[in-house]
């Protein structure tokens, strides 16, 4: 029984501090931005309203041009689907790599800036948070 006791003891020290994937200055590991842009993509690959729905802040924001901001609430997301997400912004953030997307403060950002997420706290004293689209820029025509 000892010498289980002194196994255990010796695997434990020589196994060493186990470290943490590290936490960049948007607040999340790339492990975990990775996760979130692979499911935007895939809602937006299949046009999946409902998914979006959960991945978005509300009232989204939309910057049509310059000076220039349209809020799409939750309850239009549907209807404003084709006006909201062009293919052409499908397709740059589609062809985002999920492991390589810039981050800074600000958030996150897809493509060339097409679609931005952020920390989103889920309790008060914001333990928790999750990552959610806030900002939509539609390509120029």
């Not at 397709?91 to 390589?100: F, P």
């Not at 958030?107 to 004293?125: I, N, P, S, T, Y």
């Amino acid at each position: 029984m000892e010498w289980v006791a002194v196994v255990l003891c010796l695997s434990l020290f020589m196994a060493g501090p186990v470290l943490a994937e590290p936490v960049g200055p948007s607040g999340f590991t790339r492990a975990e931005i990775a996760a979130f842009a692979r499911e935007v993509q895939d809602a937006l690959a299949h046009h999946d309203t409902r998914r979006l729905a959960r991945l978005s802040q509300w009232p989204l924001r939309v910057n049509v041009a310059p000076g220039k901001v349209r809020l799409v609430a939750r309850s239009a997301l549907r209807r404003e689907y084709g006006r909201v997400f062009s293919p052409a912004l499908i397709a740059k953030v589609r062809a985002q790599v999920a492991d390589a997307l810039f981050e800074n403060a600000d958030g996150v950002m897809f493509g060339d800036g097409e679609l931005w997420a952020h920390g989103v706290c889920e309790d008060r004293a914001c333990r928790r948070a999750r990552l959610l689209l806030f900002a939509v820029n539609p390509p120029s025509k």
